[in-house]
C-alpha cells in the first residue's frame, strides 16, 4: 500500500527524425488505496505514464516517489508495483501455476509460501481449476486472470494497468470490468490503470484523469469530470454520443445574457445564475455545450415553459429500444450545424420534419472560442484535485 506521487514530470523520447515529448508537466498524487484512470486518445501519453511508474522508461525530468521514496533511479524490480499488460506477457511454456509462481521464484520467496499465495490467488480469481494448464489452452479472459494473478502474488505496494481487458470481446470485458472492481475493494491497494474507453475509466475510477497530447486535461471524480468538464476536449471526450457544440457569440442587454446562434437570428437565454459570470465574456464567440440528453421536443415537455427553442430540422433517426439518436440540422442558416439529441423511444420523429428544440439550460455549459476553456463554472467546480 502506497500513495505515488508524480512531481513535474516529463518524457521527450529522442529520435532519428526529431524528439517526441510524450508527457509534459505531469502533476498527481495518487493516494493509498485509490484507483485513478488515466484515460485519453491514442498516443496521448498513458502508457509512457504508466511505464515511467514502473521504472521500465526512464523520466526526462521531474520526480516519481512511491510511498515516500523517490524511485527516480530505482530499478523496476525494487520498486514494489506489478504492472499487468494489454497482451499479458504470459510464458506459453509454462503452466498457469509457474506462470503465476514464476516471478516469486525469482525473488526467493520459499517454496510453502509460493504455494501459498498462488492457491490464494487463484481462489480470489475463481482460476484453481486452471492451475495445471498451458496458457494456449484458456480463454481470452481466463488468460486476463491469470496475469492478474501473477500481479497479486507479489503483494505489490500498487498495481499498474495497460488496458488490460481491450482483447476481450465487448460481454467479458463488461464482466472482468466488475472483477476488478471488486478485487480492489478486497486488496486495498493503490491502483492506476490505463484506457482509451471512457465507460471503462467512469466506472472504475475514484478520479479519472483525463489526458491530451501529453498533458492532463482534468482530475476529478467521475461524475464531476461528466457534469463539470474544464474545457472543450473533457467535455467532447466523455459522453456517448458526444455534447452538442453550438457555435455563436454571448450578447448582453439589460442585465440578463443571450447566446445568439452563429448563422441564423435563434438565440437562448442564460439562466441567471450564469448571468454574473458571463457578462465578462459578452461580445465574445463562444461555443455553448449541451448533451445529447440535454435537448428536448416541444411535446415531451420536458424542459417545457423555458422559451429557449431552437428552430431545427430532423435528419436521421436511429432508434435503440428505450431511447432514439435524432440527429437534427439548423434551420435557416447557410452552413447549418448539426445536433444530436437522445429522447425517450415514445417521442414520435421523423425524418424532414421540423423540430422545435427546447434546451436544458440547467445542464449548458458555455466555452470560450479562444482559450477552450469552460468558462461558465462556478468556482467550486474549477478547482483542480491534483
Ligand atoms: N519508444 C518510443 N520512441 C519514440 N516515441 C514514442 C515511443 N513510445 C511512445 N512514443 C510516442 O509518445 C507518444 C505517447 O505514446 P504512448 O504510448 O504513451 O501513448 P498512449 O496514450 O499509451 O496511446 P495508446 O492509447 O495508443 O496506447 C506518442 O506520440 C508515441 O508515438
Ligand atoms: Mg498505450
Excluded at 502533476?27 to 484512470?37: G, M, P, S, Y
Excluded at 523520466?59 to 499479458?88: C, E, L
Excluded at 463539470?228 to 458526444?242: H, I, M, Q
Amino acid at each position: 500500500m502506497a500513495q505515488v506521487l508524480l512531481d513535474g514530470v516529463r518524457k521527450v523520447y529522442k529520435g532519428d527524425t526529431g524528439d517526441v515529448v510524450a508527457v509534459e508537466d505531469f502533476n498527481l498524487t495518487i493516494r493509498d488505496r485509490e484507483f485513478v484512470v488515466l484515460v485519453g486518445p491514442s498516443g496521448c501519453g498513458k502508457t509512457t505514464t504508466l511505464r515511467m511508474i514502473a521504472g521500465l522508461e526512464e523520466i526526462t525530468q521531474g520526480s516519481i516517489a512511491i510511498g515516500d521514496k523517490v524511485v527516480n533511479h530505482v530499478p523496476p524490480k525494487d520498486r514494489d508495483i506489478a504492472m499487468v499488460f494489454q497482451n499479458y506477457a504470459l510464458y506459453p511454456h509454462m503452466s498457469v501455476y509457474k506462470n503465476m509462481a514464476f516471478g516469486l521464484r525469482l525473488r526467493r520467496v520459499p517454496k510453502v509460501e509460493i504455494e501459498r499465495r498462488v492457491r490464494e490467488a487463484a481462489r480470489v480469481l475463481g482460476i484453481e481449476a486452471l492451475l495445471d494448464r498451458k496458457p494456449k489452452a484458456l480463454s481470452g479472459g481466463q488468460r486476463q486472470r491469470v496475469a492478474v494473478g501473477r500481479a497479486i502474488v507479489r503483494q505489490p505496494a500498487a498495481f499498474l494497468f495497460d488496458e488490460p481487458l481491450s482483447n476481450l470481446d465487448a460481454k467479458l470485458r463488461v464482466e472482468m470490468r466488475a472483477e476488478l472492481k471488486k478485487l480492489h475493494h478486497r486488496l486495498a491497494t493503490t491502483m492506476i490503470y490505463v484506457t482509451h474507453d471512457q465507460i471503462e475509466a467512469m466506472t472504475l475510477a475514484d478520479r479519472v484523469v483525463v489526458m491530451n497530447n501529453g498533458r492532463i486535461q482534468q482530475v476529478a471524480p467521475p461524475l464531476r469530470v461528466y457534469d463539470y468538464p474544464a474545457n472543450l476536449f473533457v467535455a467532447g471526450f466523455l459522453g456517448t454520443p458526444s455534447m452538442n457544440f453550438i457555435k455563436g457569440r454571448l450578447e448582453g442587454s439589460n442585465g440578463s445574457v443571450r447566446f445568439a446562434v452563429a448563422g441564423s437570428d435563434a438565440s437562448v437565454t442564460m439562466p441567471p445564475r450564469l448571468a454574473s459570470r458571463l457578462r465578462d465574456h459578452a461580445g465574445r464567440d463562444v461555443v455553448l455545450g449541451v448533451r445529447p440528453e440535454g435537448i428536448g421536443h416541444r411535446s415531451e415537455g420536458a424542459f417545457a415553459g423555458s422559451g429557449n427553442v431552437l428552430p431545427l430540422v430532423v435528419r436521421v433517426v436511429e432508434p435503440l429500444g428505450d431511447e432514439q439518436i435524432v440527429h437534427l440540422e439548423q434551420l435557416g442558416a447557410e452552413r447549418p450545424q448539426q445536433l444530436i439529441a437522445k429522447l425517450d423511444s415514445h417521442v414520435k420523429v421523423s425524418v424532414e420534419q421540423r423540430f422545435e428544440a427546447h434546451l436544458n439550460m440547467e445542464k449548458v455549459h458555455v466555452f470560450d472560442s479562444e482559450s477552450q476553456q469552460n468558462v461558465s463554472l462556478e468556482q467550486e467546480h474549477v478547482a483542480s484535485e491534483r
